[in-house]
C-alpha cells in the first residue's frame, strides 16, 4: 500500500506539472496569440512534440497504472516495488515542481517552450539562470530521473531516456539559437555559466595558461 501511494503522489505531481504547462500556454495566447510555441512553427520542433507528447502521456499515466495493480505485460512491470525508495524519489519529484513554478515566475512573460526563429525574446540571465543555463530543463531531467528509480519499468526506463535525450538536443538548439540573436553577451554567458549544473567555472586572464 505504502508504495502504490508514493506512485499515486508522483502521478499526481507530474499531471500538475503539465496542466501548469498546458494553462501557461494557454494564457500566452489569450494574452498575445501564441501559445509561448506550445507547437513550434519552426519543423524540428513540431517533429519534436510528436514524439515528446506520447513521452509525457506514459509518464503521467504509468504512475497510476503500478498503483493500481501488478501488470501481466513485463513493458510496464517494475523491477522492484520499494516505499523505502520511492517515498524520497516523491520528494524529489515535488521539490523539483516547486523549484520549477519559482523559474517559470521568474521568466514570467518571457517563458517560452519552443523556437520560434522570428522572435526576439528578453535574455534572461539572472536568477536561476545565473547558476546554469537551463534551470528548467535540468529539473525536468531530475524529475524523470526520480521518477525512473521509484517505478524502473522498462517503458518508463525507455521513455524517460528519450526525454533525457531529448531535453539535451533541445537545449543545444535554443542556445545555438540565442547565440543567433543575442551575439556576443549570450555567448559570454555560456562561457561562465554551465548547461545543467550549478558548478563555478574557471575563466581563464588574458595571459594566463
Given at each position: 500500500m505504502a508504495y502504490r501511494?508514493?506512485?499515486?503522489?508522483?502521478?499526481?505531481?507530474?499531471?500538475a506539472y503539465w496542466a501548469r504547462v498546458a494553462r501557461m500556454a494557454r494564457k500566452a495566447r489569450r494574452n498575445t496569440?501564441?501559445?509561448?510555441?506550445?507547437?513550434?512553427p519552426?519543423?524540428?520542433?513540431?517533429?519534436?512534440?510528436?514524439?515528446?507528447?506520447?513521452?509525457?502521456?506514459?509518464?503521467?499515466?504509468h504512475p497510476f497504472l503500478t498503483a493500481a495493480a501488478r501488470p501481466n505485460w513485463t513493458i510496464l512491470r517494475p523491477l522492484y516495488r520499494r516505499a523505502?525508495?520511492?517515498?524520497?524519489?516523491?520528494?524529489?519529484?515535488?521539490?523539483?515542481?516547486?523549484a520549477t513554478r519559482a523559474c517559470w515566475k521568474f521568466m514570467g512573460k518571457s517563458w517560452r517552450m519552443g523556437i520560434d526563429?522570428?522572435?526576439?525574446?528578453?535574455?534572461?540571465l539572472d536568477g536561476p539562470w545565473a547558476?546554469?543555463?537551463?534551470?528548467?530543463?535540468?529539473?525536468?531531467?531530475?524529475?524523470?530521473?526520480?521518477?525512473?528509480i521509484a517505478i524502473p519499468s522498462p517503458l518508463l526506463i525507455a521513455a524517460g531516456?528519450?526525454?533525457?535525450?531529448?531535453?539535451?538536443?533541445?537545449?543545444?538548439?535554443?542556445?545555438?539559437?540565442?547565440?543567433?540573436v543575442h551575439g556576443q553577451?549570450?555567448?559570454d554567458y555560456c562561457a561562465r555559466v554551465r548547461r545543467f549544473l550549478p558548478l563555478s567555472r574557471r575563466i581563464a586572464k588574458p595571459g594566463s595558461p
Open positions: 501511494l508514493a506512485a499515486v503522489s508522483i502521478g499526481l505531481i507530474i499531471g496569440g501564441r501559445a509561448a510555441n506550445f507547437l513550434p519552426e519543423p524540428i520542433g513540431r517533429f519534436l512534440r510528436l514524439i515528446w507528447i506520447p513521452i509525457v502521456v506514459i509518464w503521467i499515466v523505502s525508495i520511492a517515498w524520497p524519489m516523491a520528494a524529489i519529484v515535488l521539490a523539483c515542481f516547486l526563429p522570428s522572435e526576439k525574446t528578453t535574455l534572461i547558476r546554469v543555463r537551463h534551470p528548467i530543463y535540468a529539473l525536468s531531467q531530475a524529475m524523470m530521473l526520480a521518477t525512473i531516456l528519450l526525454h533525457l535525450t531529448l531535453l539535451q538536443w533541445e537545449a543545444r538548439r535554443e542556445e545555438a539559437h540565442l547565440k543567433a553577451p549570450y555567448v
